[in-house]
């Protein structure tokens, strides 16, 4: 191969790190590559070989491509240090990953394929296809988490991502007679060549015990803990390279184990079975991802997940530090880390624990360490998500934590109390321990005492934050509330997922727009241009028709894939009501029924997601929205008029096939509940239009694509708000609306549950009893609006123009810009181009 190379470039030649033979990018090179691992990797025969084969055989040999790039970046950091951020979250949704490294690389499908077919594979689809994607996620969180790492990494800033590495990630959906049933995601069955397991770099964690006071060599009083029980978490990392750059960040992901001097200890005893426990008890700790979106569980293993991946994480970070001989006053210097919710918000007790009682620091010291280095993001005001912990679990599971989280909030309060005297109200709300009923720790009080910043995640979500949830916090510390509205990786969600619109962008905006979103309003020029609009149409059309082939093969529904694709996926939840818009077919129905439906387009109604397993309301709406399709498309009368389709397993991959193929994006939330969105971007950057309320970052989407081009409904926060103190009647409503009487009275029925009548009460006694999403107050606003997105499809060349403007004007959610806002109003941190000695071919 390269013989014209002065070095020999495998031998450890500092600061060189090219492997020639691993780093070529044409097809002869990954076509060796690939038979190598096959060979050697895989002990396979090329002959022989399946898919899931070749799909190692190339993951592996892309693999090796990213490595030069990987310890290149690592290196960079050790020697010459640079502020690195360290995300902290329960949750990363990273989606497949082969397909993602051969973009970023620069390894085209058309080379892949080049490759794949001398082992007679015609498509890169047919590998794609086979890989399983880590469900480490339940929805938005993760899936954000995931696009802010790509981002971090392709605007060269030097990061990591600290998370769970979890056995078994999000539950598979199968959908039995309508309902939905969770299966186990073994995601790890066929082995997963994207991580790097580094035991040596292994963690202890402590948990439960007692602590103890003691007094130290200088006289001064500490306390010390005594944990009863261990585990190891062992780092896997996968590499998360940037887009065309050098740099290759990490994401460490902890695996726990179970400790071996306690096993030998309990051996020696006689306790043969209690060691086996607590082996089994510590590697349960990373079994299991919580299926829960937004709700808090409130489960001690919960917490035990929790302290475990932030415990390691901190260490790790105090190790590196100690490794490159820079003193640890230096912390806030090196390190900028970022809690993802209060998933991670304990890492504010573990850094003052480690830093005082393992580096043995002052508390102020260890306190302006911490206070310098930790910022929090807020996601939800939902007092349901709110996560709180039982007083006395928290204590016996982390007793010295407790300790220091009362330290901090007598400081806290102390300070609360001059501020406010004689204003106990205010202390007992802005305390860390909630007194009411049961004692509980308030992690978000925790994490906003101790951030420098506290930020929300869209315009209107950090402006109720700050109004509704926190007044006091906001008032103490005006300087520390902030605003960074979220973003979606163009890489992933357009790039990748949207082949076909990239292609046309490239041609009319050019390439750079793949780095550079803001570049895309270039695309305003042509919407006057008729035959471009039609290209735009026909785009869409071909990308449609994919995924109608996809809902063929998986429900055996035919749809039309020049009829209107109108999508809502996302988590099921009430309050992004997907009840309302099944309550907007069924009337859809029923005028087409009633032979109303004069000038209604035919319409797909497409609907995806998951339920977490033990929210009753939220898989009656899929049972719900099953029994319409199912009458639905039964019915001759809706040939070719309407069909209504729920994708079963909503996940990463699923989604890159639906939102390029939508037309209309369902937002539908109740106003002032979702905090911001991210599907909601991933549409609209796709072309799709937006019905939707003024919720989250649907505020932020319409001003930017212009209302016009938006079809906005429903009450306002405030309204909602208005309707909730003057007292909400929805059965009023019902009276005063007969197409929703009448299928509400089908409903009663059985219409819908082949004549059982009973099935779906909840549902029904829910809407017209509470309504606690305001469900009815906005459905005739909701339907004006439909009928309106009706009116608009009509006239097509209009509609493109529309299309096209989504397109072109949402730019601004490339989590590219969050993340820059990021770096620039809270972390501090720099891009940190890295360089590749000694000649990368
Ligand atoms: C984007 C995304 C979400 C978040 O969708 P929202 O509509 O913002 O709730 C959830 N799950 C997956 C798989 C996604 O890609």
């Given amino acids: 191969m390269s013989s014209s190379h002065p070095l020999d470039l ?166 039995r007679d309508g309902w939905q049933v969770e299966v186990t995601d073994k995601w790890l069955k066929g082995g997963w060549p994207w991580e790097l397991p580094q035991p ?70 006689g306790d043969y079975y209690g060691a086996v426990e607590e082996k089994v008890g510590s590697e349960t700790l990373s079994k299991v991802l919580y299926p ?70 002052d508390w102020d010291t260890a306190w302006d360490i911490t206070t ?32 220091l989280i009362y330290e901090i909030n007598r400081r806290f309060l102390q300070q609360v109390r001059l501020r406010y005297p004689g204003n106990d109200a205010i202390q007992r709300k802005l305390s860390i321990i909630d007194e009411d009923g049961g004692k509980a720790v308030r992690m978000a009080n925790l994490a906003t005492i101790a951030a420098h910043h506290v930020n929300g995640v869209a315009a209107l979500h950090s402006d109720l934050l700050k109004r509704q949830l926190m007044p006091e916090f906001a008032e103490i510390w005006p300087e520390k509330f902030t605003n960074v509205t979220n973003g979606v990786t163009p890489r992933r969600w357009v790039a990748l997922a949207n082949p076909a619109l990239s292609r046309l962008l490239d041609e009319h905006v050019g390439p750079e727009w793949i780095t550079n979103m803001e570049l895309l309003t270039k ?25 109608a082939g996809y809902i063929h093969r998986q429900t055996g529904v035919l749809v039309d894939p020049s009829s209107l694709f109108d999508v809502q996926v996302k988590r099921i939840h009430e309050y992004k009501r997907q009840h309302l818009n099944a309550l907007q077919v069924i009337t859809h129905y029923l005028r087409i029924k009633n032979g109303q439906a004069e000038g209604m387009a035919p319409r797909t109604v497409i609907f995806g997601g998951k339920a977490a397993p033990g929210y009753y309301m939220a898989k009656l709406i899929i049972r ?102 003057n007292g909400y009647r929805p059965r009023q409503i019902v009276e005063t609306l007969p197409e929703l009487a009448e299928a509400l009275r089908l409903i009663g029925l059985g219409h819908f549950s082949n004549g059982d009548g009973e099935l779906f009460r909840p549902l029904l006694d829910n809407l017209t009893g509470f309504d606690p999403f305001f469900v009815l107050a906005d459905f005739a606003d909701y339907l004006r609006a439909q009928d309106e997105v009706n009116q608009a499809w009509t006239n097509r060349k209009q509609w493109n123009r529309m299309s096209l403007l989504n397109t072109a004007r949402t730019g601004f959610f490339s989590s590219d810009r969050s993340i820059q806002d990021y770096c620039q109003t809270i972390w501090k941190a720099e891009p940190f181009p890295v360089e590749i000695t000694c000649d990368v071919p």
């Avoid at 005594?226 to 190891?232: N, R």
């Avoid at 042509?526 to 059309?541: I, M, P, S, V, Y």
């Fill in 10 to 175: 495998r031998l450890p030649t500092p600061g060189c790190f090219a492997d020639p033979e691993r780093a070529g990018l044409d097809a002869d090179a990954v076509f060796d590559g690939m038979t190598e691992h096959l060979f050697f990797t895989l002990g396979k025969l090329a002959p022989t070989a399946s898919n899931h084969d070749l799909y190692m055989a190339l993951s592996y040999a892309v693999r090796d491509r990213l490595m030069t790039r990987y310890l290149a970046s690592l290196e960079a950091i050790r020697a010459r240090p640079h502020k690195t951020v360290a995300y902290l979250s329960a949750e990363f949704l990273i989606g497949p990953q082969l397909n993602s490294n051969l973009l970023n690389l620069g390894i085209s499908k058309d080379i892949a394929e080049q490759a794949l077919r001398r082992f007679r594979i015609e498509s890169l689809d047919q590998i794609l296809e086979v890989e399983e994607e880590p469900g480490l996620g339940n929805g938005g969180l993760g899936r954000l988490a995931a696009c802010y790492m790509e981002s971090l990494a392709s605007l060269q800033v030097p990061a990591i991502g600290y998370g769970i590495r979890y056995e078994f990630g999000i539950f598979n959906q199968l959908i």
């Fill in 200 to 269: 040596e770099e292994a963690c202890f964690v402590g948990f439960g015990g007692r602590t103890e006071s003691y007094t130290d060599g200088k006289g001064n009083y500490r306390s010390r803990w005594i944990p009863s029980e261990h585990a190891i978490g062992i780092p896997h990392d996968v590499p998360v390279l940037g887009y065309r750059v050098n740099t290759c960040n990490r994401l460490r992901l902890w695996r726990a184990d179970a400790t071996e001097s306690f096993d030998f200890y309990a051996f020696n005893i």
């Fill in 292 to 361: 829960n979106d937004g709700t808090d569980e409130g489960r001690r293993l919960r917490l035990k997940q929790q302290h475990f991946f932030v415990s390691c994480s901190l260490q790790d970070m105090l190790r590196s530090l100690g490794n490159r001989g820079i003193p640890i006053e230096e912390f806030p210097n090196h390190w900028t880390v970022q809690l993802n919710d209060t998933h991670p918000a304990i890492a504010v007790a573990e850094l003052m624990r480690l830093l005082i009682d393992e580096h043995y620091l």
């Fill in 372 to 403: 310098r280095s930790v910022a929090y993001t807020n996601h939800t005001l939902l007092p349901e998500a709110l996560e709180k912990w039982d007083l006395t679990r928290f204590r016996s599971l982390l007793p010295r934590h407790l300790e």
């Fill in 523 to 547: 695309l305003e020029e042509r919407q006057h241009d008729t035959a471009f609009l039609e290209q735009w149409g026909a785009t869409k059309l071909s990308v449609k028709r994919k995924l």
């Fill in 624 to 725: 719900f929205i099953n029994g319409i399709a199912e009458t639905i498309n039964a019915d001759p009368d809706m040939e070719g008029r309407l069909r209504v389709v729920f994708l079963p397993d909503y996940n990463v991959k699923l989604a890159e096939q639906i939102y390029p193929a939508s037309d209309l994006s369902e937002q539908v939330s109740t106003a002032g509940k979702e905090a911001s969105g991210t599907g909601n971007m991933k549409f609209a950057m796709n072309g799709a239009l937006t019905i939707g309320t003024l919720d989250g970052a649907n505020v932020e989407i319409r001003e930017r694509v212009g209302p016009e081009n938006f079809f906005l409904f429903g009450k306002t926060e405030t309204e909602i708000m208005e309707l909730q103190t």
